[in-house]
């Protein structure tokens, strides 16, 4: 009966999910997007594909977006998604081309666990395609991201820092603001330009201080979330930032996972749907 109940109530709970979502993105369009872009600043731009879409069409965005930034002289790149194209290398080459021809950079997210192994391979790939800059995301969560870190340092890729939205079931009692510190502090002795994407102020104003004696970095946020203070501490320092500019369909970060055990992220939904409703 539970069982049955559960699946009454999904349509109703991903209902809700996508109501809150929608502030964390740009709009469902990349002409949307392209309105949310600061031109005289970084901006990291990357397409959420939807269960419906086809791999063509997750290429196709791909391929618009970075038509979109290839003008933009301020190191703006554009954020893939590798598992939503099933790893086709075929497409890969397709979305490398583009990449090179216009000048424009690119980061692979991180997803689950499982899928960090075959990420890598296509990033090592595509730097080796000659794409200006690769880059990845280092998630604070897992066991093996220090030995991640090194492997991009030797082989010349970006790191972005982030707390990461998926668990290493390894690993599951991580604390990790401490061991987002430690990758910041490896990466502060590499030659590599390294990125901190977190809101959490503290966080982020001790990961600086790691950085900016040793390294080149940039603070990275994501369109949406609460950034003032940050930006404030940012132009206040002349640190560098950028934001990436999701666009597409509708996603709340670290929804699905910290729903485990956690009600108030389904109270915080809840509340961000009833205000998007008296607001429409």
């Known amino acids: 009966m539970l069982k049955a109940l559960k699946n009454k109530l999904r349509p109703i709970y991903h209902f809700l999910i996508n109501k809150a979502a929608g502030k964390y993105i740009a709009g469902e369009t990349l002409l949307l997007a392209q309105g949310a872009i600061n031109r005289n600043a970084n901006n990291t731009i990357g397409y959420w594909d939807g269960d419906d879409d086809s791999i063509e069409t997750i290429v196709d965005q791909y391929l618009e977006s970075i038509e979109a930034i290839k003008h933009n002289e301020n190191g703006s790149y554009i954020s893939i998604k590798v598992p939503s194209i099933k790893y086709n290398y075929e497409l890969m080459d397709k979305i490398i081309h583009k990449a090179v021809e216009c000048g424009v950079a690119i980061h692979f997210d991180s997803l689950d666990i499982d899928t960090a192994d075959k990420n890598l391979e296509v990033a090592l790939y595509c730097k080796q395609a000659g794409v200006k800059s690769v880059s990845i995301s280092l998630p604070a969560r897992w066991a093996r991201s220090e030995k991640d870190a090194m492997w991009a340092s030797r082989n010349g890729i970006v790191c972005r820092v982030i707390k990461g939205q998926w668990e290493d079931p ?13 990758l910041i502090s490896l990466l502060s002795k590499q030659d590599i330009l390294v990125r901190v994407a977190t809101h959490d102020f503290k966080l982020l104003k001790d990961s600086i201080e790691i950085l900016k004696s040793n390294s080149k970095y940039e603070i990275e946020l994501l369109y949406g979330l609460p950034s003032y203070q940050i930006i404030k501490f940012a132009d206040l320092r002349h640190e560098p ?21 956690n009600p108030l992220v389904i109270l915080n939904i809840l509340r961000d749907s009833f205000l998007s409703a008296i607001k429409a």
């Open 170 to 182: 390894s690993y599951v009692d991580i604390d990790t603001n401490k061991n987002f510190l430690s």
């Open 241 to 261: 930032i950028r934001t990436y500019i999701p666009y597409g369909h509708s996603w709340v970060p670290y929804c699905l996972e910290n729903l485990k055990g």
